[in-house]
């Protein structure tokens, strides 16, 4: 069975930083691409960021392009979201998730194209 599992969560004053990390596991399982989405209450679930195999194959949401990174090891199957200058409407329950494979140059940005979900870290943004 495949686990997914968020950490790194909480509280954070607008314009600071947090940095959240996923972990996924599975004997046989080697996800082709790791995202982050968000989904804050009352709103639909909504794409953040995407690693591929490699470090050129990202993708970003236009909401957090130029504030957050992603990075991946491979080696570990785990990935970082790095969250700069955070707003407060980005307070959310964060989710990782993994997919088994991609098409084209990039991971997608769609919840449907990602097999296995963690079960979100609470990330809030208040002064």
């Known amino acids: 069975q495949v686990q997914v599992v968020e950490s790194g969560g909480g509280l954070v004053q607008p314009g600071g930083s947090l940095r959240l990390s996923c972990t996924t596991s599975?004997?046989?399982?080697?996800?082709?691409?790791m995202a982050w989405f968000r989904q804050a209450p009352g709103k639909e679930r909504e794409f953040v960021a995407a690693?591929?195999?490699?470090?050129?194959?990202?993708n970003y949401a236009d909401s957090v392009k130029g504030r957050f990174t992603i990075s991946r090891d491979n080696a570990k199957n785990t990935v970082d979201l790095q969250m700069n200058s955070l707003k407060p409407e980005e307070t959310a329950v964060y989710y990782c998730?993994?997919?088994?494979?991609?098409?084209?140059?990039?991971?997608?940005?769609?919840?449907?194209?990602?097999?296995?979900w963690g079960q979100g870290t609470q990330v809030t943004v208040s002064s």
């Open positions: 690693h591929g195999w490699s470090g050129g194959s990202t």
């Open positions: 998730a993994a997919a088994r494979s991609y098409l084209g140059s990039r991971p997608g940005a769609r919840a449907t194209q990602y097999q296995y």
């Open positions: 599975g004997r046989t399982f080697s996800p082709a691409a």
